[in-house]
């Protein structure tokens, strides 16, 4: 029911008290009020009380009367309502078939994109630049960037190659005159080494053989003198003895022959002496001198070695430093010719600083335009193979292990409404990336899925906001309820049943969820209607847990008669809506561990604020559980307080 309202001037009926379900009709009086009391006037003061008197009844009969149409209209109304309240907020448990599915955002991208950056090292800025968006053919000129400072550059370079060549070609020619150098000394050592040689093979065959047969002959010479003066002499004594001679004579030829003695042993004492020391001398003199030549002509080729290799290196530095300079000047030559820049392949231009922008990178400098300075390797363009697009969405950790390479999943495009486009997975993220210093927590995988081919392919470019729909499982011919009919208290989840006036608990044994179906496994069956809201605390039977039942989803009550699973004891908490992760099982994930530890904590995650023991919550718990399960379950469907009061004001009467 609405506010409480006082009448008006319009006779309008209202409502005194919105915790009624009754509202007290009034009818509102003449306008003319004022003409009536002067008319009355006119009468005697007995015949105006009894006119007052009858006036006064005459206005309660109506008001009477009036409050009783209104009364029967207003509860007409109202059941109505209540009926199609009741009937909207009720749904039967069938078989049914049911997706299981993720929804995950993102954006198209190329599956092929080539990306153009700056090629020049240095930064510069643009002269000429396409228009974005410009559908270019390989070769077609994207932009020009200016070479002033690289043609400053290439002077500087080209004058240096010069330099560099001029000193080159000194050092080749230092390095032939070194070569000619070397091979006259090595000439020079070798002709004295083969003349020392050749002095030491004279004297060996020639100079000594000599001197020995000349000593040899002296000692001959001596020995026959030697002989005639001693033959002489016998002959001398008998003549000096006869007087044939004189003793003058005599004495000569004595003196002679003892010269020629002394000559013989003179002439023996030279060979002698030739041989133990002289002709030792020689050898040892004419020997050394060979081996001095053989060690000048080594040293020579050592030295030339030396002067060589030293030349060698000159000439392989001038070498490497025209080289060097000549790689400069084609590098720069490079850069001046790749300053313009022209398309690898054929497809529509895209600024680089939109790309960055689309990946949400910082970029300062907005679009490329004309006098922009661009720094090294920069990317400048991307061509994208606009005939096959990717969808590049992200998807939460929770769920990135049960999407695999192949899978299905139908694609919206934000540019395209109504349109849905089909796509197969393609990538998977190795990596999840963070949410930044928005969610640091928050953990997502980017998956690709590669879109068919289509009629509205050709409309589709990249960057465009989309959002994928991945089927996960498909769930055939099962017990489902809606995902908003399913609760939670402790381990037990379970549905209201209407019964009569109010709504019972049921315990059910869950499988897998969908966005908007939960799985039945057990506890109710098909056809039983469940409750789609959370029912106020008047609306609910408070009956403790039955054994029977919690055995059927294999769960039992513990010694204090709280809800246990069968096994180890779990802790309770109040009742919440049932929350889930779309294709999970009863239980089987983290996120449902984490819940039943939120639980134990008092903190349940979707906890609509009525437990099993309380009465109904206040108006500000309500307010801020209805809030909490609208983000745990999106298709819940809110709670009206207004028409909960006046079904309790109804339930009353």
Not at 190 to 218: C, F, H, I, Y
Request: hydrophobic share 35%; aromatic share 4%.
């Amino acid at each position: 029911m609405g506010d409480p309202l006082n009448l008006d001037l319009s006779g309008r009926y209202k409502v005194q008290n919105k915790n009624s379900a009754r509202a007290i009709p009034v009818r509102e009086g003449p306008t003319q009020g004022c003409s009536m009391t002067t008319a009355s006037s006119y009468l005697p003061r007995t015949s105006q009380r009894a006119f007052v008197k009858t006036g006064a009844a005459a206005l309660v009969l109506l008001a009477g009367v009036a409050g009783g149409v209104w009364y029967y209209s207003t509860q007409n109304t109202n059941s109505e309502q209540g009926d199609t309240i009741r009937t909207s907020e009720i749904a039967q448990a069938a078989v049914t078939s049911f997706e299981i599915s993720t929804t995950a955002s993102g954006e198209l991208q190329a599956l092929e994109q080539i990306e153009v950056r700056s090629p020049i090292e240095e930064q510069a800025t643009i002269v000429e630049i396409i228009d974005e968006g410009t559908t270019v053919k390989e070769g077609d000129v994207l932009c020009v960037l200016n070479t002033d400072n690289l043609e400053t550059e290439l002077d500087t370079e080209e004058a240096d190659l010069e330099s560099s060549e001029a000193s080159l070609f000194a050092a080749e020619n230092a390095y032939q005159i070194q070569v000619t150098e070397n091979e006259s000394a090595v000439r020079d050592a070798e002709l004295k080494l083969r003349l020392a040689q050749l002095t030491l093979q004279q004297w060996e065959s020639g100079d000594r053989v000599m001197k020995l047969q000349e000593l040899d002959l002296n000692i001959d010479e001596a020995n026959r003198e030697l002989a005639r003066l001693e033959a002489k002499h016998e002959k001398n004594v008998g003549l000096l003895a006869e007087g044939f001679i004189s003793k003058d004579q005599y004495d000569q030829d004595e003196l002679a022959l003892v010269k020629a003695r002394a000559r013989v042993e003179t002439v023996k004492l030279q060979k002698t002496s030739y041989i133990e020391y002289e002709q030792k001398k020689d050898r040892e003199q004419k020997e050394s001198d060979v081996r001095q030549a053989e060690a000048q002509l080594e040293n020579v080729k050592a030295q030339n070695e030396i002067k060589l290799a030293d030349k060698a290196a000159d000439k392989a530095q001038q070498n490497r430093r025209v080289v060097r300079d000549r790689a400069r000047v084609d590098k720069i030559r490079q850069q001046i010719e790749a300053s313009t820049i022209k398309a690898p392949s054929d497809g529509m231009a895209i600024y680089g600083t939109t790309i960055m922008q689309s990946r949400n990178m910082w970029n300062s400098n907005g679009p490329l335009q004309i006098g922009q300075s661009v720094y090294p390797n920069q990317m400048l363009f991307g061509l994208p193979d606009t005939s096959k697009l990717v969808a590049e969405v992200r998807v939460h950790e929770s769920l990135a292990g049960r999407i695999q390479k192949g899978m299905k999943g139908r694609v919206s495009v934000d540019a395209l409404p109504g349109v849905v486009l089909t796509g197969t997975v393609r990538e998977i993220g190795v990596l999840a990336e963070s949410g930044g210093w928005r969610d640091p927590n928050l953990r997502e995988y980017t998956v690709k899925l590669l879109l068919d081919a289509g009629e509205h392919t050709s409309q589709l470019k990249p960057s465009m906001r989309c959002e994928a729909e991945l089927l996960l499982d498909n769930v055939e011919s099962t017990l489902a309820v809606p995902v908003t009919a399913v609760f939670n208290d402790g381990p037990v989840r379970f549905v209201y049943k209407p019964r009569g006036a109010g709504y019972e608990r049921v315990p059910v044994k869950t499988g897998r969820f969908s966005e908007t179906h939960a799985e039945i496994l057990a506890g109710i069956d098909s056809g039983d209607d469940v409750l789609l809201r959370n029912p106020s605390a008047g609306e609910i039977i408070d009956e403790p847990w039955n054994q029977a039942e919690l055995e059927l989803v294999g769960l039992t009550l513990d010694e204090d008669g709280n809800p246990a699973r069968m096994g180890p004891p779990a802790g309770t908490s109040g009742a919440r809506q049932a929350s889930f992760t779309p294709g999970q099982q009863d239980g089987a994930t983290k996120r449902e561990q984490h819940q039943n530890s939120g639980e134990s904590e008092g903190k349940p995650l979707g906890d609509t604020g009525d437990t099993a023991e309380k009465a109904a919550p206040t108006e500000e718990a309500a307010t801020a559980s209805t809030d909490e399960n609208a983000g745990e379950t999106p298709s819940e469907t809110p709670v009206d307080k207004d028409a909960e009061s006046e079904t309790e004001a109804m339930t009353a009467d």
